[in-house]
Each structure stands twice: as C-alpha cells, then as structure tokens.
C-alpha cells in the first residue's frame, strides 16, 4: 500500500469525530467554524470546476469530493432531529472516503505507478529474451597493432557502437596513436562519442584526447560517419614540460593575455636592450582584449614595472619587453633633439616602445598651440622648457610669462624676447598679441600682397610668435585681470594660428571649471599636440574625457614607480627591520595625445643646475621694428612691469569721489574688462577697438 493512500485514510478517520460533533456544537464554536470553512471551500472549488475547467474536470471534481461530501453530511446533521444520526452519517462519510481514497488516485504519480506495474511482467519477458549477437567482424588485413587497439577497443563496449578501422602509431613517441572510427551501422552518425569513452578504453587521460573531423580520401569516406581521434599523451607531456616557442605562446599568452594569438617571430636589440615578439590575430577576432598584467606575468616581470608594452596594427601585434623600463630612463635633451625639422616637428619625448614622441612648432593649419597639464612636481615646467627651447631654435619670438616667479622659469626668460611675471604682464603681452593680429594683418608679403600665415610660403615680413603662459589658472583667477586673462586667451586661440601666433598654457588642471573655457581647450587640441604628466588614478577618466578621447581609449593608470621590488622583504619582516624607500622615478612620465589615442611616454630632461644656454641658438629673436612701432603708436610696447596705468583698464575715478564710500575692488566675478571680454569682437580689429576705448 502507498504511504500516500495511508496518510489519506488516516486524515478520514481522525476527521469524522469532529464532523459529527459540529452539528451539536454552538453556531460559533471553532469546531464548527472549521468544519463551514473546510465544506465551504469544497463547494466553491466544486462550481469552480464545473464553470471553468474543461480538460480534467472529472478528475478535479474526484479530488474535491471529500470536502463537498463533508458540507453535504454537516447540513443533513443541522437538520435532522438525534445525535445519533449525526455520528451515523459521519461515519458512512469516512467510511466511504477510505474505500475510495479519491484524492490519492486521481493523482498522476498514483495513475502512472499503476501502469508501471501492470506492465512489469512484459517487461520481464522482453529482458529474458536473449540479446542479439553482435555481428562478427570480417577480416580486413589490419596489422598486429589496429588488431592490438580493437582488442581493447571492443573490451570497452565499443563506445558509442563505433568499429576502429585502422590505428597508426607515431614515431618517436610509444604511446601516442591516431585512430580511425566509423560507426557500426552503416549509414548512421556517430553520436555520444566522448573523450573520456576514448581516454577510459585506451587507459590514458581525457586531455590527451583530440577530436579531428575526417577528410576524404581515395579509398575512403568521411561524414558523420567517421571520425578521427589522436590519442597524444607523450606529444602533451613533451609540451608541458619542453615546449616550442609557438606552443608555450599558444598555450600561455594565446590563451590569456592576448586571446586568439598566433606566435610569428622573436628577434633582440641588444644596443637598446629590447626583446620584440611578433604575433598574428585571427581575422575571426575583432578588437583584441589584452590582459597587461598576465602577459607581464608571461614575460617574467610584473606590470608595475613598465617593461612589457604591446602594439596593436591592424592584425599584427608587437610585444615590446625592456631589460629596463624606457620609463625610468632618463633622456638628456640636446638642441638636435629640439631643432624642429622642415615640418616642423621636433623630439619632446621618448613612447614606451622606444619610439620618439614629437611635437609641432606650426601645422597646414597655421602656428601651434600647445598645452601642458600637470600637478606641481609632475614636469611641467621641463616640458615647456622643451617648447621654449623648440621654437627659439625654429626662429620664433618666444615670449614666457609666469603667475609666479621660480628659478627655473628666471632662466627660461634669459632665452626669450620677454619675460614677465605675475597677471597683470600676462594681460599686457596677451593685449600686445592681440594688436599683433591687426598689425600683421595688414603688412604687404614679399610678392606685395596679403597672405594668411603660413610656414611654407616664402616672403613673410614677420617671424612666427610663441606665447608660454605659465600656471594659466592661477592667472585667470586673479581678481583683477583674470576675466580679461581668459576671454583674450580664448580669443588669440581661435585667430592665432592664421597670424603665426602660437599659444601654450601650462597649467594643473584643464577642466572648464577652473578657468579652461571649451573653446579654448577645443582649439588647442585641434591645433597643438596636448601633454598631460602624472595623473591621480582617479581623475583619469575625467581628463582624458576633457581632451575629447573615447571612453575605449581612455588609458590605465600609470604605477607610483617603475624600480623593481627589492628583494628579502620577508628577511626584513623577521628581522624588524623598515622597507626600504620606493625611487620616485616617475616625474616628467605621463601621456602625450598626437591623435585620437594617448601614448604613454617619459620627456627629455632638461638639468637647470648645469647652464641650458647650449639647448637655445645664440640669438634671442624679437619683432620687428616695424611691429615694435605700430605698438608703441598704440601704447601697448612699454615695460610691462609697471604699475597700471591711468585709464589703461578702464576710466579710474578720482580719489575724491570716494572719500566717504568704499573703493569698488575689481574683480573676476564683474563683467569682463578687455576686448575679449566683450560679445561682439570677432576679428583683430574689434579687439583692438576695444583696447583704445578702455584708453580713453
């Protein structure tokens, strides 16, 4: 007997006292309630079924029965006069239930078990009939070993009904075979045919297993059919242990670091200390994941140590290991280095693939601009040295002004036609470059005409001008002149190039928020080449995003040093004795942006302790003096170190109108003073308007 039908007959019995109880209990009483609500729910499930139930109803209406029977036996008991009766009735109703079990067998799983067992003894007569020989195989001619590999073959079952065909060792290694198959029943596929069926018949491991789709030869077919299996465990030995250079990549670096990659060659510069490895994607693979640190881990070194760098060209990779970071080397600059060529481009730094990085004193499109982002320490003043020293070699006009005055800075200024400090000679020299515009605009080339700048056309009567604004931000914060500052700046961006006035801002940060307007940023990124040193990892994404890369070629952080860890940290540990100090080697490292992708690379270095006259020409180049005459008619050629002028920005009250009420202090947060301040300048001429208005 089923559990199911005794737990059923069980709940019958022990319910039949409290259903003939309920009828002599009071309207209320929790016996009572439970027998309404049990034959309640009997009779709504009842209707329930006959309304909606189409499939099965008969069935439902089986297993329902017990609680329907129940509220019929409780309302004949209401209404029928002697207790007696009651328990009379109860009794026939769990009577009846536990011959009927109606809710056991009107299951699946009871109905199913059933059939089970009235089939069982077919199905015993089917199992003693004897099974079907398995037809002999005919003898093919195979040699002693395929008939060695059968006998073991067959001694398995002959997994997934398959007959070995031929077996062929391999040279040189004893225990590594290649195994033809084909199914037993001709005409039908091979299926369910595993490794580990393979591995357990032959007794080697399911690694060593290899399935290969069978080709077609004379004399033989192929298909479904067929299959060709290798049974490697010497070849796979040999290949953990001693692998080829294309095997241990494969296995290693094609798998993990550079998944899809084929080996194609190696080859060793000893004068720069590199090792190369060339490799081949699949054209299946689309946009290669590289894995940085497994492929260091690879190459026997670490990714904080800056020795592995990969390059991508289209299918090919090339995977650059250094005996020493190109990152920690140090690259003295020489004014070789710093002689821009007749495109203009000159050697600013060194890519972490050895590679020159360079930048551009003018483009087709004009003079260039330049930008150079880094925190205090990070090199910034080494890379705008490098600028300066480029184009006073070039034959430009190199003015530098700073927001604060420093050492190296001072001998900067040594090698440029002007040099100034603070904001109010920044505002001056911004002012001179823009009247420079106007001026320029209307001197006569060698050919007698008016021409748009341009490096390659002879006859100019002016050189090329390179503007350096140092610690930019501190400047356009002023409170005085810091509105100025930024609307000029932005405005010698847009229009200096066709002028050959080219502007440079050095700076800590290049966010709109700080003084950096979008145009501004915009213009020297179309038309320069931006820098950026030594950035907090977490302010990465947010600089790269300012400067217009895509999110995919945003680059990782770079590590807080390129030195190799020092070996005995746990002898040190045991010991008590302190780590040693971690080699700052960082500084002048960061990214240089020639395109859509930053570039990871280290700058030259310029030593201000030793003299930096040999980077520069020997002669500091300044306008001519035609130049210096059209401003000085304008007022704007002077020493730009004095104090303000009277009505130089802006009328200046009298002293007395301000005897009782406080002096207005000017300050950025004010309308912008200066022509660039202004909405409606759009060309030189506008800007210098404005600037002989504010002189009264």
Known sequence: MALAVKLERILYVAAAPFLGAAANLPAHHPVTDTVNLAGGIGVVATVAVVCKEKDNAGRRLVQWSPLTLAAAVEYAARHTAGAQWDWVMAGGWAMLCCAVVPISRSTGRYRRRRRALAAAPAAKALAAAPEPAPQPVTDDGADAYTRGVRQLWERAGSPARTHVVVAKPHPHQPHDLTLLLRANDPGRPINGLREADVAAALGVHKDDIVFI??????????????????????????????????????????????????????????????????????????????????????????????????????????????????????YPATRELLTPDKDGWYTTAFLANGQPARGRVYTDRGAAHGLFAAPSGGGKTQLMALAVAANANWGAVVWLVTEAPDEKTAKLGVHCNRYGVGALYMVRAMRALVALMEIRGEMLWADGKLHDWDAKTPGCPYRPIAAFWDEYLSAAANGDYGTEIVDLAQFLSVKGRKYAVGEHVASQSIYVQ????????????????????????????????????????????????????????????????????????????????????????????????????????????????????????????FDWNEPPRPGEFGDDPDEDDWDDEPKPSRTSKGKGRGPAGRSSIASPEDALAAIKRLRG
């Open 213 to 330: 789709e069978t080709t077609q030869m004379a004399g033989r077919q192929a298909g479904p059919g067929w299959q060709e299996v290798q049974v490697i465990p010497d070849e796979r030995r040999r290949r953990r242990t001693s692998p080829t250079v294309a095997e241990w990549w494969a296995d290693g670096i094609g798998e993990t670091a550079i998944p899809g990659s084929r080996f194609v060659g190696k080859s060793r510069t000893d004068e720069r200390g590199v090792t190369y490895w060339t490799a081949q994607l699949a054209d299946s693979i689309g946009e290669p994941r590289i894995d940085r640190a497994a492929l260091a881990r690879a190459m026997g070194t670490t990714f904080d140590e800056g020795r592995v760098f990969v390059d991508i060209d289209g299918r090919q990779v090339l995977v650059s290991v250094w005996d020493v970071s190109p990152l920690a080397k140090v």
């Open 514 to 637: 700080d003084g950096f307007t979008t145009l501004l940023l915009e213009n020297i990124r179309d038309n320069g080449t931006p820098i950026v040193l030594k950035v907090a990892p977490k302010k990465i994404l947010d600089m790269f995003k300012t400067l217009g890369v895509a999110a995919d070629d945003i680059p990782e952080p770079l590590p807080r040093s390129f030195s190799k860890e020092n070996e005995g940290r746990i002898e040190r540990i045991m010991q008590g004795q302190a780590e040693p100090p971690v080699e700052s080697n960082t500084g002048g490292v960061g990214w240089i942006v020639p395109g859509r992708k930053p570039e990871v690379m280290r700058t030259l270095f310029v030593d201000f302790k030793k003299p930096i006259a040999p980077l520069f020409p020997a002669e500091v180049h300044g306008l001519t003096a035609y130049e210096i005459a059209a401003l000085e008619e304008r007022g704007l050629w």
